[in-house]
């Protein structure tokens, strides 16, 4: 338990004002006190609690780097049938694999979105993640709409979300 520190109360406190704050503090320290394992606690894997310091240093470790996720929808608005697993893979092989071959990671989901006509559209969706150097965030960028560009027009869509996060990220 974290040590409690030492509280003074001035002597010009006197009478009824002297009760009231000495309640007020032993009111916050108790609440403090009984507070603090209770906020451990909720950690939920008996990992220790993590000091500012401590995050600070975990934060520093590794390189700078962009997350990328591109969400992907399979529904076609001229009626066609929807964009197929086998299709979306030979997509992530022949248009996105070249062009970031050190890695990736796709994840199916359900996504719903407005379209222009004010329509609630609900579709089969996978979202595509992209890891790669602050440094080359340049080049990445038109690699990143090229491949936009090409599931767009491949697949008859009003667009594909780009979402970017700066990260740390030491492999």
Aim: charged share 25%; glycine share 6%.
């Amino acid at each position: 338990m974290p040590r409690l520190p030492r509280i003074t109360v001035p002597k010009s406190l006197t009478g009824p004002k002297k009760h009231t704050a000495l309640t007020a503090t032993a009111a916050a320290l108790t609440v403090l006190a009984a507070g603090t394992p209770v906020a451990y606690a909720t950690l939920g894997d008996g990992a220790p609690a993590v000091s500012h310091t401590t995050a600070r240093a975990f934060a520093s470790r590794g390189e700078a780097y962009i997350e990328t996720r591109l969400l992907f929808g399979t529904e076609r608005p001229d009626g066609r049938p929807d964009v197929t697993v086998r299709q979306f893979l030979a997509f992530v092989d022949e248009e996105v694999t070249p062009r970031f071959p050190n890695g990736l990671t796709i994840q199916e989901g359900r996504g719903q979105w407005r379209d222009s006509n004010g329509v609630v559209e609900r579709e089969r969706s996978y979202e595509l993640t992209l890891l790669y150097p602050a440094s080359e965030a340049r080049v990445r960028d038109a690699r990143i709409e090229r491949i936009r560009d090409a599931y767009e027009k491949s697949y008859a869509q009003d667009s594909v979300a780009r979402i970017e996060e700066r990260t740390t990220a030491d492999f």
